[in-house]
Nanobody, 129 residues
Framework: QVQLVESGGGSVQAGGSLRLSCAAS????????VGWVRQAPGQEREWVAG????????????YYDDSVKGRFTISRDNAKNTLFLQMNSLKPEDTAMYYC??????????????????WGQGTQVTVSS
């Protein structure tokens, strides 16, 4: 298990940017997937982005939901055990609680929310029009 702590959320106007961070207490590279998931009030959890790391040393990949592709960038610093989500061109519909997660998932997109078994407490992102 690894403890995850998000930070960087806040309130911005549409078109603005935020950078979320997720600090891990353990080694996130022990997991083949790390990702970001968001949940708006009254809505289901929604996968946002995932970062895959192959245990066999092959190059991993990053994957995004279509709603954020081209605007959000997921990155990870394994040496610092930290995951990031750079969010640009924010829209009001991006308003949600954002959670980082880590786990050993099937598939390389890292979009199986039900397979993540390590979660942070969340950080709120609010985008006003």
């Amino acid at each position: 298990q690894v403890q995850l702590v998000e930070s960087g959320g806040g309130s911005v106007q549409a078109g603005g940017s935020l950078r979320l961070s997720c600090a891990a207490s353990g080694y996130i590279y022990n997991y083949n997937c790390v990702g970001w998931v968001r949940q708006a009030p009254g809505q289901e959890r929604e996968w946002v982005a995932g970062s895959y790391f192959s245990y066999f040393g092959a190059t991993g990949g990053t994957y995004y939901d279509d709603s954020v592709k081209g605007r959000f960038t997921i990155s990870r610093d394994n040496a610092k055990n930290t995951l990031f989500l750079q969010m640009n061109s924010l829209k009001p519909e991006d308003t949600a609680m954002y959670y980082c997660a880590a786990g050993r998932l099937s598939g390389v997109r890292c979009d199986r929310i039900d397979q993540y078994d390590n979660w942070g407490q969340g950080t709120q992102v609010t985008v006003s029009s």
